[in-house]
């Protein structure tokens, strides 16, 4: 797939803070990525960056294949930016502002109507189109911000927060849009919300103090943790001995500590050994072998804990 977002050793200091420190990325056609870190790790500034909005203090950003620093406008001819707010001029109207917004875009007449109808139908906006932005609630002017992002169908979209104030539907409805546009262009969303990496974002990437300290997909970044693929169990207190003995006459077994106990209860987990049958069987296996095993689980862990392990440590480094 061609490349069409790309960073290269990008850096910028505001003062005595260090705020990105020598980003690199790719991000091709077709995917969609998770831009996370904590407030404060740089994920603003290296946006502005890629999109020509901040200029870097070194490195180089390209967007569709062309230099931002050196053809700003043929490059932002190609993207779509959905900044930090989503400022707008508040004393126009909703419809007023995008088609504003198409006649900066180069387009006017019916094809500029027509552009704005899509954009309204795309972001839902219909109801509020005579509304004066500075009247609407937070979201709409998320979705008023997405619709400007999205007018001229650009090849590449950066969005910072895209669902920011949107309620459970409006983000469903959010989501649902990205995941369709992805077919054929490259996306960043930069989010606090890790669910909605899971459930749109084909890859993720989290930076901490201005770099990268994780690069993959949701499950190869989840791999990570220590327990992940290991099985958790509950037995009775009185058996644990006996079902932890048990355990380990499974080859496929490599070791079963406890990890927890209340209300008469002890909580298990057994690590299978490297080439072990896959943990789903194993634990297949174990239910049918051991009748005073309760809730048998393969734990795959959460991004959430990814991203605290990756962005609390001081010696986190990049892994793709």
Do not use: W
């Amino acid at each position: 797939m061609a490349v069409l977002i790309e960073a290269r050793d990008l850096r910028k200091r505001f003062g005595a803070i260090n705020a990105v420190d020598g980003i690199s990325l790719e991000v091709a056609k077709g995917e969609v990525l998770g831009f996370l870190g904590p407030n404060g790790a740089g994920k603003s500034t290296t946006m502005k960056m890629l999109t020509g909005f901040l200029e870097p203090d070194s490195g180089s950003a390209y967007i569709g294949g062309i230099s931002v620093a050196e053809q700003p406008i043929a490059a932002k001819t190609k993207l779509g930016y959905m900044p930090e707010g989503a400022p707008a001029y508040g004393d126009m109207n909703t419809r007023g502002f995008l088609r504003f917004i198409a006649e900066v875009r180069g387009f006017d007449g019916a094809e500029a109507e027509r552009r704005v109808q899509a954009a309204v139908e795309k972001a839902a906006l219909a109801s509020v189109l005579e509304q004066r932005i500075e009247t609407l609630s937070k979201g709409y002017k998320r979705r008023v911000g997405m619709a400007q992002a999205i007018l001229h169908d650009p090849q590449v979209l950066i969005m910072d927060e895209p669902t920011d104030g949107l309620d459970p539907n409006q983000k469903h409805h959010v989501r649902k849009l990205i995941t369709e546009m992805a077919k054929d262009k490259a996306i960043i969303v930069s989010t606090h919300i890790l669910e909605e990496v899971e459930a749109v974002c084909s890859r993720a990437v989290i930076i901490n103090k201005g770099k990268i300290v994780a690069d993959g997909t949701a499950e190869s970044l989840m791999r990570r943790l220590s327990y992940h693929g290991t099985i958790a169990m509950h037995v009775p207190s009185s058996r644990a001995e006996a079902v932890k003995k048990a355990l380990l006459e499974f080859a496929a077994i490599q070791s079963v500590e406890t990890v927890g106990a209340s209300n008469g209860k002890v909580r298990l987990q057994a690590a299978p050994r490297d080439g072990a049958p896959a943990a789903p069987q194993l634990a297949s296996l174990i239910r049918t072998r051991l009748i005073e095993v309760e809730e048998v689980v393969v734990q795959k862990g959460s991004l959430d804990e990814v991203f605290r392990e990756v962005t609390t440590s001081d010696d986190g480094a990049h892994h793709g």
